[in-house]
């Protein structure tokens, strides 16, 4: 990093971060630029006509200085690829656990079989009343842990990561080596915290996931005096009301608008959910 800087000064050093956000946002974790035109996006996004593209990469492809890895016009990092793996297992783990505790609540052991002529309930009672009935115990139940801000033991929800892998990156662009310190495992726990509040503030507040991602990317805009102040996914949320109030108000005041960057990624989620 000292010989990037030394070489580009702190201009290449951002090019850098910004080479490696555009890589973990992509949907394979790298950058295909075989493709002219894949190319000459990537070089405008960093601020680089096409030669200039090629000696950065070429630099920082170099053996020895070895901070991207630059194959048959692919790129990846090492670090880029490992969080984008250890993500990749970490939802599937949690998907696979979800399905095996949704299937065994359907079919609990021991319930399955009973004499002829009897379906194991008492009289009267037939299995469609009493899962009727345990359904409502257990929303009961779930009732209960919302009113005192309690989360049960399933696996957070894919939104809420996501969410909180926004507020990340987006931190990220005006302060780049936010956790640089920490190891992948330790970055990981802080989205997962990150996301267990946002979870929350889904669950229990009953906000709705796409007000949430606006409220950050407005919260995020460099300049905005919360930019400092929202750095995890508690105190999005303690502020969460605020930052609404305030959103709304300056959009229908002269106070600065969402950036085309920030409306384009508000545009391509509303893509994806259809």
Do not use: C
């Not at 000064?9 to 490696?20: K, Q």
């Amino acid at each position: 990093m000292k010989a990037l800087i030394a070489e580009y000064g702190f201009e290449g050093y951002g090019r850098f971060w910004a080479l490696n956000e555009r890589i973990a946002e992509s949907s394979g974790a790298f950058i295909d630029i075989s493709k002219k035109v894949n190319k000459l996006d990537l070089a405008s996004e960093l601020g680089l006509d096409g030669k200039g593209l090629d000696s950065f990469l070429a630099f920082l492809s170099d053996p020895e200085i070895d901070l991207i890895n630059l194959e048959d016009n692919v790129i990846t990092t090492d670090r880029v690829t490992e969080l984008f793996n250890k993500t990749i297992e970490n939802r599937e783990y949690e998907r696979d656990r979800k399905k095996e505790k949704k299937e065994k609540s359907k079919n609990p052991a021991g319930n399955n079989v009973f004499p002829d002529g009897n379906n194991g309930f008492p009289d009267g009672i037939t299995a469609e009343n009493d899962t009727d009935k345990t359904r409502q115990d257990n929303t009961k139940q779930d009732n209960t842990k919302q009113d005192h801000g309690e989360s049960d033991d399933s696996p957070l929800p894919e939104i809420a990561i996501e969410l909180a892998e926004l507020l990340l990156t987006e931190h990220r662009k005006e302060i780049p080596d936010y956790l640089s310190g920490k190891s992948d495992r330790e970055i990981m726990e802080t989205i997962k915290r990150w996301a267990a509040d946002i979870d929350k503030l889904i669950r229990i507040d009953k906000k709705a996931p796409e007000n949430i991602r606006q409220v950050i990317l407005w919260a995020k805009t460099p300049g905005n005096f919360w930019f400092h102040n929202i750095e995890s996914g508690a105190k999005l949320r303690k502020q969460y009301e605020r930052l609404w109030g305030q959103m709304n108000e300056k959009r229908f005041s002269q106070g600065p608008p969402l950036s085309a960057h920030q409306q384009q990624k508000i545009s391509l989620s509303d893509l994806e959910g259809l």
